[in-house]
């Protein structure tokens, strides 16, 4: 992909459908009141976060009028999108939640989609790698204007890309996915461990792009880069740096950085057409070592509910660092991406995509509504992610002034 919002893509896959039955929905809804290889993508950059206004009152209450609505938005883009199956959360305070699961978690056996399972998150992880490395800010330990060469050597344009710039996708680096030698090394064999340095070096082959901040890139290569620095500062393992400082602190149970291919039971299958032959494959086992920094983590439905809001207010770091990582500058139209950070009409957060997976986790400050979704492909649809389906058909019944979009583009 050229230009679609791949949070981690790896080569350029055409888009295609996986065929699989649409389940009826599974799970539950609560109301107060009541009884979701590809070449560098170009990442959208939001538009700066709205302060409250009036609209702040027009979330609805999550009634059960309300939650059929969602049910019928969900059930249609999973059907039309051929998506096996899907996992969403919605709640705002005083407005109830929304809590449902649909499809299927594996097409082999037909066992249902359901709202306890672990899942990949692929570029959701960014957020955790770039809160790890705020919190090195903080601690006075790194500054966000270092030139990446004062800590990692061998960085075409190392003296002049600042730490800021990655975190902020402007770097001007070559995208390690977009490697046609690391698609070709990845698809033949899935199970490979990558090493970091090895993934530096399908991008460091390559010349850069542009001169540092000229332009927004959504780039893997850059986040691969921050992770070592923050190895190479606090003097252990990314795993265990995040784990102890961003994943314990944030109250996060069912949240981890693997440092292989495992992963913990209840899981779903992930489907992906991302593979040597083209035909869609299981790739829930895939090694997702090749993601390491800026794509490997695991987490759940519940974990994500909690990551969106303590994400998006900063809960983990100074109000001054988490002002800066809101900083955003403009990507795509109606998106403006920060330190490690989108915000789309409104919206913070970040979504995700990794063979197998899609993710989508995001806050809406002004009426303090979190949404989640999660699912079983990659496999785009008409241009689009599947997450950023179910987000805007979602967004358009309960904020239709802030509706999550991104637009849509040709697979490459």
Known sequence: MTARWRSVAVGAAAVGLVVGPVGTGAGAVYAWDAAAPAPAATVPAPSPTPAPTASSDQFPRLTPAVARQLDDAIRKVLAEAKIPGVMVSVSAPGKGEYVRSFGIADKATDAPMTTDLNMRIGSVTKTFTVTALLELVDDGKVGLDDPIGTYVDGVPNGDKITLRELAGMRSGLFNYSADEDFYKALTSDPDRPFTPQQL???????P???????????????????????????????DTFIDREVVEPAGLKHTLFPIGA??????????????????????????????????????????LRS?????????????ATQAERLDVVDALPGAG????????????????????????????????????VLLNTDIGYEGQEPSTLFGEAITKILTPGRVYTLPAQPAS
Request: hydrophobic share 40%; charged share 10%; aromatic share 12%.
């Open 200 to 206: 530096l070096a399908y991008s460091f082959k390559h």
């Open 208 to 238: 850069v792009l542009f001169a540092p901040n000229a332009k927004f890139d959504y780039c893997n290569t850059n986040l691969i880069l921050l992770g070592l620095v923050v190895e190479k500062v606090s003097g252990v393992p990314l």
């Open 262 to 303: 495992e992963f913990p039971s209840p899981h779903a299958h992930g489907y992906t057409n991302q593979t040597a032959s083209g035909k869609t494959e299981d790739a829930t086992d895939w090694n997702p070592s090749w993601g390491w920094a800026a794509g490997a983590m695991i987490s759940d439905l519940s974990d």
């Open 307 to 319: 990551w969106a809001k303590t994400l998006a207010t900063g809960t983990l770091l100074t109000p």
């Open 337 to 372: 991406y920060g330190l490690g950070i989108f915000n789309v009409q409104g919206w913070i957060g970040h979504n995700g995509s990794l063979p197998g997976y899609g993710s989508l986790v995001i806050y809406l400050p002004e009426s303090r509504a979190t949404l989640v």
